[in-house]
């Protein structure tokens, strides 16, 4: 193994060891000084990746704990007085102390197409199916959205906590709508062409809420129709 494979051991990550893992450098060579260096001295992408993870986490769009720094005043004399200096959280997180889940990382990661960095195992990172190669003769975009999205969401597993599987799918879609052509000249989500796909890749037609695990010893009731 190499120094940096020993990283793979880690569940979590602070959003600075993070950038640094997913372009390919050893945290422990750089995330202590990182950020105080010149852009120009920091390593090849680092920068571009801190800003898409740090945008896309005070979005919402990737999953993260928020630990923030505090700001600390000076004490100072008032009137003969000695008072005391005030620590205030500061407004943006610390990102070398905020953290996110490594399983959280590698759906972000898929969901802007990336399979070959540091997370993925080589076998992760061989071409896709035919279907989902843009360079194929024959790429049909919403057939690949559909199956992305159906990825995607199964690998979540958001579907299971609240909402149904449709509703996630089209979350999913609306968020990914630019990278298969769902987007009208103005950048908003193809609603319709939303719609048409999220039925596809809906493993529930009958609706309702999503599957709820079963106990031992318990009936399931049958699926009640509902919308779509």
Avoid at 24 to 47: K, L, V
Avoid at 109 to 133: H, M, T, V, W
Avoid at 141 to 164: N, R
Wanted: charged residues 25%; aromatic residues 10%.
């Amino acid at each position: 193994m190499q120094p940096i494979d020993y990283w793979k051991f880690s569940s979590e990550l602070s959003v600075i060891q993070a950038a640094l893992l997913i372009i390919g450098t050893d945290p422990a060579d750089a995330e202590e000084y990182i950020e105080t260096w010149r852009s120009c001295s920091r390593p090849e992408g680092y920068d571009a990746t801190i800003t898409a993870l740090r945008n896309d986490i005070l979005k919402g769009r990737l999953k993260a704990t928020l630990r923030h720094g505090v700001d600390n005043t000076e004490p100072f004399y008032f009137e003969g007085q000695y008072i005391e200096g005030e620590s205030r959280p500061k407004e943006m997180p610390d990102w070398h102390r905020t953290t996110i889940a490594v399983d959280d990382l590698k759906l972000w990661l898929r969901s802007k197409g990336i399979k070959n960095c540091f997370f993925f195992n080589q076998s992760d990172a061989e071409p896709n199916a035919p279907y989902l190669d843009k360079q194929h003769p024959q790429y049909a975009p919403k057939l690949a959205a559909a199956v992305e999205a159906w990825i995607a969401v199964i690998e979540a597993k958001e579907f299971m906590d609240s909402g149904t599987p449709k509703k996630h799918l089209e979350k999913w879609l609306r968020e990914n709508a630019a990278r298969y052509g769902l987007s009208d000249q103005d950048g908003n989500p193809n609603n319709s062409a939303i719609e048409e796909i999220s039925k596809i890749a809906n493993w529930n037609p009958l609706g309702g809420a999503g599957k709820t695990p079963i106990k031992s010893g318990e009936k399931q009731n049958p699926p009640t129709p509902g919308k779509n």
